[in-house]
């Protein structure tokens, strides 16, 4: 290789250094740190006043220094990209490698850019190290303290698409929507911890340990884009300068590498669902200019639309439920709370003493009312929060019941932040709950007050002049109620606050409306008004769909009644009859009895023009009402409530004896409020939940109603072998169950096990779909042997499983004389030859199947030649699926030719075999080979 003359480089190659340089600082600092130039010769070049110049000089100067000192100039333009990026192509024209010599010199970066990346970092590392979501009463280390939840890919349609393990692989391909889209979307219900996950990945990019291709990370919350949008109008530099950090150094020259290097730029948007209701997005303006100021919120429109800095990436959080355009939509992520590992992880985080985190798991194991509220981080956390105060105080628990309503867990988190406002005198002599309410319902009314004039103007940040006029003093401020809000404060506000989740300010908003004496039963109600989407009122009288904060008829896309919902939820809570005896105090008897009355005459009304309003449909020869979300909140409050005549009343208006609620968001502690209802049903009924979340946690909150159910479908919802066993132990107690399903969920070999039990013990039941879990040939032989004992079981779905040959080998022994046996799916199995051979000839003894799936499997021709001599033998067989195997023009001639001695089967799908291209409509046309 012909040794490089860098001077002669240098010096034929001076139009395009002179023209493309623009940093000469860089240049300058370390030539002369390297003492290629004098500081004579730095002082020579800063008299000159245009850039040009300086850089002439400078080559000048660098050519008389001789080889090296023009190789270190080179090296420096290829070491800073950030600066002289219009000089990477130069430097792959001539293939420029520094020696070894040159390479082990220094080369300081001080390029405005990666000065001004670096800042950014410095900031999001101070501002993301302590845990600022629930309180600023206290520091928390984020890393000792945060714990990932489940984070599942969905599609469009919001059906599971798999775990995503982490946040290091938020943008790679897997589970990708929309290639042509750049927004990855993150949703989950109010508590599952989404501004925390954006807190970690901020974390996580502060301190280099992923997403080292960005250089700059913008965080907004969106509802700063609404207090924006009353004040002034901003160009997209000043959106990102004026909200994160200003540039030390020469801001243009950083603005222009953005515009330029838009796929080094990662935005967050927290809070897509808290943007107000006057957002009207077709009123928005197109592509604005990145310089002329505009509309704030047609930055974020046009920035999530991807016609605004295109290439850049960006992370939007929202409530579940909130309407987001799907042509905005990279990749969607669902986050479900905490597994049961997780919350293991999260417990021994939390509590650092060794005999204390036994204590709290015990109790955890031991009541799964209190783990199934502990799913949700949330709440978790104020469990926890208050289950430390409690036990520091008398060494006891204060979730001893069997029973927690999220009430009680809102009550005592208001009373662990309400201890350190009493006075010493008075906390020696506060001996209960209810003292401690009564000396502070000043206190309660004042901040109550604030948080209910806020949801009724959708108002969720208040200045210092708000607070005031509600005579909350500093103090009251300060107690954990509140977190201040950072980012409002450059708008003219002294300070702004909110309270520290959206559910605690519901929760006040609702204990307002109970204590307030001068609330009338229908203010006290008016959160149960009708709002629903007009094509859910067609067909469904709901009031738990909860009131307009405008009132409009017209259904708006960024509208989340959630919040509105909890109000609801809170005000059955504490009109409770268990709360009376805390309520009495801060509020007179006539009154409280009053509101209990006026709720409970809504409730009785609105529960049953709810279940007989809902449309219903013949399925599996049940009539079958499909529920939507407002039945979950309508269980919810009922259960909260407490009441065995509510619960009665409920039950009654059941008029279906099939209730379908796939899809709705549900969690695991929404399973006791179902439970609660169907505890009361005096019949049988059939329940499905597929594609909810309701964990392990959740099937034991089902306990009380499995006497009832014939059918449970509990497909897509992070169960586990845990939950195995306990449908196990309930199911074959009452030995009704007729239909199992556990698609596509965590069970493994072991929860097999328990599955093949009830299979076995229970004689009605006929269908099981168990696909797409973690069963091997262990767990599929369990299966199939249980097969042998149920003679009257018809559909078995084990999809996607891997049992593999000697699985395959086990099932063919229990089909080869099962009498009842009309469906099998063992498609995706890692079946080869050899178990096709086993099945194929147990099918010559089997006279029940009917329809037989064995697709995406490894069978080849070998395979198909067992199965045509099967097809000669078997007259019951009308469907079987070979899709996606190996089988070859050979093998499609041998079955073709076993249909000629065969005049039942009516398919033999061969699709997504290696046939060839011309033989496609051959097949075709004998219509029973496609």
Not at 228 to 253: A, G, V
Not at 406 to 424: A, G, H, M, Q, R
Not at 554 to 565: I, M, T, V, Y
Not at 818 to 824: C, E, N, R, S, V
Request: one cysteine or more.
């Amino acid at each position: 290789m012909a040794v490089q003359c860098y001077a002669e480089i240098v010096r034929r190659s001076r139009e395009i250094l002179v023209s493309q340089i623009r940093n000469t600082k860089c240049l300058l600092e370390n030539l002369t740190k390297s003492h290629y130039l004098s500081a004579e010769d730095n002082e020579i070049v800063l008299q000159f006043q245009t850039r040009s110049d300086k850089v002439r000089q400078i080559l000048d100067l660098v050519e008389s220094k001789g080889e090296e000192a023009c190789e270190y100039f080179i090296s420096i333009l290829q070491r800073v990209p950030e600066a002289y990026y219009d000089l990477q192509p130069w430097l792959d024209a001539i293939g420029f490698q520094a020696s070894e010599s040159i390479q082990q010199l220094t080369v300081l970066n001080n390029d405005p850019v990666t000065l001004y990346s670096s800042k950014l970092r410095r900031e999001l590392c101070c501002d993301s190290k302590f845990i600022t979501s629930y309180t600023e009463k206290e520091e928390m280390l984020f890393q000792e303290t945060y714990v990932d939840g489940v984070m599942e890919l969905i599609n469009q349609r919001n059906e599971n698409m798999g775990r995503m393990k982490n946040l290091n692989s938020l943008f790679d391909e897997n589970g990708l929507l929309n290639n042509d889209a750049e927004t990855i979307l993150i949703i989950g219900d109010a508590g599952m911890g989404k501004t925390l996950l954006m807190q970690k990945m901020l974390n996580l990019w502060a301190k280099g340990d992923s997403y080292r291709d960005i250089k700059f990370l913008f965080r907004f919350r969106c509802r700063m884009f609404i207090f924006l949008k009353r004040n002034t109008l901003l160009s997209l530099k000043d959106l990102i300068f004026r909200y994160n950090c200003c540039p030390d150094h020469e801001p243009e020259e950083v603005y222009t590498y953005i515009l330029r290097f838009p796929e080094t730029v990662l935005f967050t948007f927290d809070g897509f669902d808290e943007i107000s209701s006057d957002f009207d997005m077709d009123s928005i303006s197109e592509v604005p200019s990145p310089f002329d100021p505009t509309d704030p919120l047609a930055l974020l429109k046009n920035l999530l639309h991807g016609k605004l800095l295109t290439g850049s990436r960006k992370v939007l959080t929202a409530r579940t439920g909130c309407h987001i355009s799907s042509n905005i939509v990279r990749k969607k992520i669902m986050l479900r709370g905490f597994s049961t590992e997780n919350l293991q992880e999260y417990t021994t985080l939390f509590f650092k003493e060794p005999e204390f985190q036994e204590h709290v798991t015990k109790h955890l194991n031991a009541n799964h009312s209190f783990s199934s509220l502990c799913s949700i981080s949330l709440f978790c956390w104020i469990i926890f929060k208050s289950y430390e105060h409690f036990y520091s105080i008398n060494g006891s628990s204060c979730f001893s019941s069997s029973s927690v309503t999220l009430t009680d867990i809102f009550l005592l988190i208001i009373e662990v932040y309400l201890n350190p406002s009493c006075k010493t005198s008075q906390r020696k002599t506060i001996r209960s709950q209810a003292d401690l309410y009564m000396v502070n319902k000043e206190i309660l009314l004042s901040i109550g007050k604030l948080a209910y004039d806020g949801m009724d103007e959708s108002q969720y940040v208040f200045n210092q002049g708000e607070t005031t006029s509600q005579d909350i003093p500093d103090n009251v401020l300060k107690l954990g109620f509140f977190k201040t809000v950072k980012e409002y404060n450059g708008l003219g506000n002294t300070s702004s606050f909110e309270f520290f989740h959206v559910t605690l300010q519901s929760f006040f908003a609702a204990l307002y409306l109970v204590i307030n004496e001068q609330i009338s039963c229908a203010d006290l109600l008016k959160y149960f008004t009708h709002c629903t989407r007009k094509e859910d009122t067609e067909n469904i009288n709901s009031f738990f769909s909860c009131v307009c904060a405008k009132r409009s008829n017209k259904w708006n896309p960024f509208e989340n009644n959630d919040h509105l919902q909890f109000i609801n939820l809170f005000l059955c809570g504490l009109l409770s009859k268990p709360k009376q005896n805390l309520l009495k105090i801060l509020v007179s008897s006539s009154v409280l009895k009053v509101k209990r009355k006026a709720l409970k005459q809504k409730l009785f009304k609105s529960v049953k023009s709810h279940l007989k309003g809902l449309p219903r449909r013949p399925v599996l020869g049940y009539n079958c009402v499909h529920a939507l979300t407002h039945f979950i909140w309508m269980a919810r409050c009922i259960c909260e409530t407490q009441s065995e005549k509510v619960g009665k009343l409920a039950a009654k208006g059941i008029c279906a004896d099939y209730i379908r609620l796939v899809y709705c968001g549900i969690y695991s502690s929404d399973c006791s409020a179902i439970s609660f209802m169907l505890s009361h049903y005096h019949k049988k009924i059939a329940l499905d939940l597929d594609n909810n979340n309701i964990n392990d946690y959740g099937v034991k909150e089902l306990i009380p109603c499995f006497s009832k159910l014939t059918v449970i479908r509990l497909s897509v919802n992070q169960i586990s072998d845990e939950a195995a066993r306990v449908l196990y132990e309930e199911l074959t107690k009452y030995k009704i169950i007729t239909f199992l399903g556990l698609y596509k969920n965590l069970i493994t070999d072991f929860g097999a096990m328990y599955v093949a039990k009830i299979i076995e013990e229970c004689p009605q039941l006929k269908t099981v779909k168990f696909g797409s879990n973690c069963i091997t040939s262990e767990g599929g032989t369990s299966i199939a042997r249980a097969l042998q004992h149920n003679k009257n079981i018809q559909d078995i779905g084990m999809w996607g499983n891997n049992i593999g040959d000697e699985g395959a080998i086990a099932f063919a022994e229990a089909i080869k004389h099962h009498p009842g046996l009309a469906k099998l799916s063992l498609g995706c199995n890692e079946i080869t030859d050899e178990g096709g051979q086993h099945l194929a000839a147990a099918l010559q003894h089997n006279a029940s199947l009917r329809i037989f799936w064995l697709t995406q499997n490894q069978l080849t021709d070998e395979a198909a030649n067992y199965l045509a001599e099967m097809l000669t033998v078997n007259k019951t067989l009308k469907n079987l699926w070979l899709i996606s195997n190996r089988i070859t023009e050979n093998g499609a001639n041998v079955l073709s030719e076993a249909l000629k001695h065969n005049i039942v089967l009516e398919e033999i799908c061969l699709q997504d075999n290696p046939l060839p291209k011309e033989m496609n409509e051959p097949y075709d046309s004998r219509i029973r080979i496609t």
